[in-house]
């Protein structure tokens, strides 16, 4: 008995000690005013994020994390605390990457030390919010002017995405900036969409190829391939620019009823929204337009929300798992038509490009489509002013 006992010790103690020598990359640093302070490490991994450890910042304001090396690089995210935006840091083996942080502007003054693409992330958050604002000026100056504030949006958004590839995708695709790149969010869309153009199909095929020579192995390099494949088979946008419908009436004294589901299952009528003025939106999330679009209704949404205005958008999107990440941040109501460019209901309103929006009364009825309103604040406003 003391003979079989030795030998399972003895092999606990083997195992333990293989542990202690698994390769480990370590991130530390000092927070400024944040004595005792709980701080998070949270990993961002391929489908959900998980808090992994924790601990307490200490007096001096030091702290300090150890975690097994990645197969391949990785990212993870330093929180003060669960929902904040924090601070992202690259890591790619086994090195010591020391932080030193503002604790009053935590995710947005800090500096990096040991890992050169946690800098090049640093400056790529840097860059991303300095266009949001950019954005949101633009479209408060634009007003209710929604084709113009489009028009300047994507303008601006394009020459954002044609920089980041120049400065960090093409110089060195096989590096974690460049694929952080690729999933930059503005107001909870994605900038990058391989399904909906060449460009972005490009940027997706170039890094995921490196990813894929230089980590064959890793869970992100064969998530990030398919996602490249499904791009390059989509030759065109996944709604096409102009979709040929056929002849159909519609109603002057009343709307064609919707009934689709949302992000979460639930079927959700048009009717149901009876007594309050509604933007009917028909649009693509994988559409190039649609970003900016966005931005536009996000400023007239909050606007008028609290006054009875609401928004009913209907997704022609093929890829349902792309449409429900895409919609799953936006306050108002989006459904999914799985049909798409089959659909009846494009059909019935007659829309013949992508988005293509309508403007309905209190009383169900439409009383104006896109191409009529010149100014489309002006117009809610006057709706909501009816009884």
Not at 94 to 115: A, C, H, P, Q
Not at 144 to 157: E, K, W
Not at 317 to 326: A, I, K, P, V
Not at 327 to 354: F, H
Request: charged content about 25%; glycine content about 6%.
């Amino acid at each position: 008995m003391k003979k079989y006992f030795i030998i399972i010790l003895s092999a606990v103690l083997m195992l333990f000690a293989a542990c202690e020598k698994q390769a480990k990359f370590t991130i530390k640093g000092n927070v400024s005013e944040a004595e005792g302070k709980a701080i998070y490490l949270m990993h961002l991994g391929v489908e959900r994020n998980v808090v992994v450890d924790s601990t307490n910042i200490e007096k001096d304001g030091s702290f300090e994390f150890r975690q097994p090396a990645p197969d391949g690089y990785d990212f993870y995210r330093l929180l003060l605390d669960k929902k904040g935006r924090g601070v992202t840091v690259a890591v790619d083996s086994t090195e010591t990457i020391t932080l030193r942080i503002d604790g009053k502007n935590f995710s947005d003054n800090y500096t990096v030390e040991g890992s050169d693409e946690t800098r090049k992330v640093q400056e790529i958050e840097q860059l991303r919010r300095a266009l949001e604002q950019q954005i949101t000026l633009c479209v408060k100056e634009c007003g209710s002017a929604i084709g113009d504030a489009r028009a300047q949006v994507y303008n601006i958004t394009k020459e954002f995405k044609e920089n980041i590839f120049k400065q960090y995708i093409l110089p060195a695709s096989d590096k974690a900036s460049a694929y952080y790149a690729l999933f930059l969010k503005t107001n909870g869309m994605y900038l990058f969409n391989p399904n909906a153009n060449r460009f972005d199909s490009k940027c997706f095929s170039a890094v995921a190829t490196s990813l894929n020579n230089r980590y064959p192995t890793s869970v992100r390099a064969k998530n990030l391939y398919g996602i490249a494949m499904k791009g390059m088979q989509a030759t065109r946008p996944v709604v096409q620019d102009t979709i040929q419908v056929k002849e159909a009436t519609l109603s002057t004294t009343g709307l064609f009823d919707i009934k689709l589901p949302n992000v979460k299952g639930d079927s959700i009528s048009l009717s149901s929204l009876k007594g309050k003025v509604v933007f009917l939106d028909f649009i693509a999330y994988g559409d190039v337009r649609t970003s900016e679009h966005a931005f536009v209704l996000r400023d007239l949404y909050g606007k008028y929300k609290e006054q009875g205005f609401e928004i009913y958008q209907v997704s022609l999107d093929g890829n349902e798992h792309f449409w429900s990440t895409s919609a799953d941040n936006l306050p108002w109501v989006c459904v999914r038509d799985g049909a798409g460019a089959a659909s009846s209901n494009i059909l019935l309103y007659k829309v013949d490009r992508l988005p293509s929006y309508f403007l309905i009364n209190k009383n169900n009825e439409i009383v104006m489509r896109d191409e009529q309103i010149k100014d489309l604040s002006a117009e809610v406003e006057k709706l909501l002013k009816e009884k």
